[in-house]
């Protein structure tokens, strides 16, 4: 499948109400276990892929080791993988789009925090951002912007809120296919969020979140899971290697 077929079939999988489930993988493996569920495109997750490498999130992997990854992603399944490319590494948009691209990834996240510090970047810069990654990449890349407001803000919910939906109103205009406001979990607040942004919007699904069939209603295009699926095989590892260690079975119950 091209680039141009593989973005435009992810692209046409953000439906509102009847959303795209993206349990996010980490290497191949987990991305073939993906597509054999039957889900009809697989995400990375940053936080996962650096962790399963040896490293930590906040863009502490090497660009070249991150793209690498995506690649054997892209190159276990055949359906669409979108990137989570975190910032973009310090990559000028025009080099990141190619060399994503390269791997063969239909598309990619980018977010408005800065990952060494976890400050907003100004809504200016990370537009010129995205719209830079649009025009090298034209259709070719589906870029879903992620807001970082209530991840990284504190104070007045309501301004919050506003700040978020400010934020995603104008990255939808310099470019992105979808927003994606991370820990919004207020089923209120995402129906709000919703109704004021122009265009599909992502929500993580973690404890708290509403459902599926409820962010479904709420008019949600795409539910994410992060590194939650990583986070659990993680622990049931480590559940299973605490029962040997006391020389119990792993594998009973």
Do not use: K
């Not at 995400?43 to 892929?49: D, E, G, P």
Request: with cysteine.
């Amino acid at each position: 499948m091209t680039s141009t077929r593989s973005a435009a079939a992810l692209r046409a999988l953000h439906r509102p109400g009847d959303p795209l489930i993206l349990p996010n993988a980490w290497d191949a493996g987990s991305a073939r276990a993906v597509a054999a569920a039957g889900f009809p495109a697989v995400a990375t997750s940053s936080a996962a892929v650096a962790e399963s490498l040896g490293h930590t999130d906040g863009e502490a992997t090497p660009v070249a080791e991150m793209l690498a990854a995506v690649a054997r992603v892209v190159g276990a399944v055949e359906v669409p993988v979108t990137a989570d490319l975190e910032r973009g590494y310090g990559l000028p948009p025009a080099e990141l789009a190619e060399r994503l691209l390269a791997t063969g990834a239909a598309g990619l996240n980018l977010e408005d925090s800065e990952p060494g510090t976890g400050r907003l970047c100004e809504v200016d810069d990370q537009a010129d951002l995205l719209a830079a990654v649009r025009a090298a990449a034209g259709p070719d890349l589906v870029v879903n912007a992620r807001v970082d407001v209530f991840l990284r803000a504190a104070g007045d919910p309501a301004r919050a809120f506003d700040e978020a939906v400010r934020r995603a109103v104008r990255y939808r205009a310099a470019g992105a296919d979808c927003v994606y406001p991370i820990l919004l979990a207020d089923p209120e607040l995402i129906g709000r969020f919703v109704a004021a942004v122009d265009g599909p919007v992502n929500v993580l699904l973690r404890p708290g979140t509403p459902g599926v069939g409820e962010l479904a209603r709420l008019g949600v295009a795409r539910i994410s899971l992060g590194s939650g699926v990583y986070a659990a095989a993680r622990a049931r590892a480590a559940g299973m290697l605490d029962v040997l260690r006391g020389g119990g079975d792993p594998f009973a119950g």
